[in-house]
């Protein structure tokens, strides 16, 4: 945050700048001032925004112009001011001020403000093919102002950018170019607020920054309900996959995939070892089953984090909240016997070396590693199965051998899951004998549980324990 603000009063000799000035400090108007007032300083107490703020006059004769053309360089606001008594003064402003601004190399578009704008232009290019038809446009204008495109306007539009922004217009659409042109003319004609309007529809605010409660807004989630992605959610994620797969091979590579990720702060999964967690292809690529499987795996753990996502990639729907869905109580679920949710959380406990990295990977169709990693962080894999003919999602968690103990004695982590794996070694005595302690230790049996007994492929070794073999899937 900055904590001092330069503002800079210009324009024409005569209009009244440092009357404004001396008005300021007197409160209330003097008939005679200085030429050019000294400098003001505003101190942090009694601005609402806690910065420092200068206010600074200027002249506009031929003797000020060294200390003009210094302060306009050095400003963070400039406020050009004209006369009503004098429509030159106000003329003069788009054909000289804004102008000379731009020679001293001040530009009209601040970068954050071009950075937002770029944003919203690759939004609007619902087809990713860097240009806006008139479709796109039509679109654009409808959210923006709640009112379509003429298409004579459009024609005029595109013109004027024809006209003076090289670049700006290509078959038959705008380019980025373009768009930025036209928001600089708007700026520079005095239709700051058009710009701004454009602005806050997409949810920024005086800042440039994207707003708290547009990125998340309000969405209620009772206890013992987990949240997944509505038809809507799924929809939407289908189409930007497949609007990103420019090569049409079924799978988002890594640069389509940061293509597709380019309007947010970022792939959200980065640190993660996405896609190892979901379904790829051969090459490493995300296919679009394990895309919509890591996002129901998301929308299960963080739906906030879907929520903003759905902002950052443009979810054209209003609410954006309708993408999701909450589910029925868990409770309720299990009371009636039957299963209305669509994306389940298993907890993977047991022993270290067990196997449990194994297990995971291979659900999500990765290759066996024989080389023994520990886990020292959460693992967390997705991918579908089938239950009784229907699709549904299987999340799976390793929590690795530090947190396992502290993950099951928390009554709200344990409250959640709706499954817990125990993994043991079939060729190592004791393996068993872990997760037995497990089970005593903590208060578990009301969530529903598996066995599974791993590297089958060795040799059997009499398990330590209370152990039924009647219990175990082998694998
Ligand atoms: N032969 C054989 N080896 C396996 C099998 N499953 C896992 N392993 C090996 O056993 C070792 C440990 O496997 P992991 O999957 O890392 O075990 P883990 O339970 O995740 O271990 P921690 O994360 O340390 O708790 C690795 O070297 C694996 O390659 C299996 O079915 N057969
Ligand atoms: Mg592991």
Known sequence: MRRDVRILLVGDEGVGKSTIVTSLIKESFV??????????????EVTPENVT????????????????ESEIRKAHVICVVYAIDNPNSFDRIPTYWLPHFRQLGVNVLKPACVHALKR????CDANKDGILDAAELNEFQRKCFDAPLQAQELEGIKAMVQEHAQGGIRDEGLTEAGFLYLHTIFIQRGRLETTWTVLRKFGYAEDLRLTESFLLP?????????????PLGYQFFTDIFEIFDKDMDGALNSIELSELFGTSPGNPWAAQKFPDTTLSDDSGSVTL?????QWSMTTLLDHKTTLAYLAYLGYPGEPRTAALQVTRPRKTDRRKGK?????FLCYVCGAAGSGKTSLLRAFANKSFQPTYEPTSKMITVVNAVDIDGSEKYLVMQEFGSRYEAETLRNPKKTDIADVIVYVYDSSDTNSFSYISNLRQQYNLDHIPTLFVATKSDMDLAMQVGDFRESDVVKR
């Open 289 to 293: 089953q394990g895309w919509l499987a």
């Open 120 to 123: 919203i232009f690759a939004l």
């Open 31 to 44: 008939p005679h001032v200085q030429h050019i007032v000294p400098e003001v300083t505003i101190p942090p």
């Open 53 to 68: 703020t200068y206010i600074v006059d200027s002249g506009a004769g031929p003797q000020d112009r060294l200390h003009l």
């Open 339 to 343: 299963v209305t949710r669509n994306v």
């Open 218 to 230: 309000k969405f209620e989630v009772p206890s013992d309900c987990s949240v997944e992605l509505s």
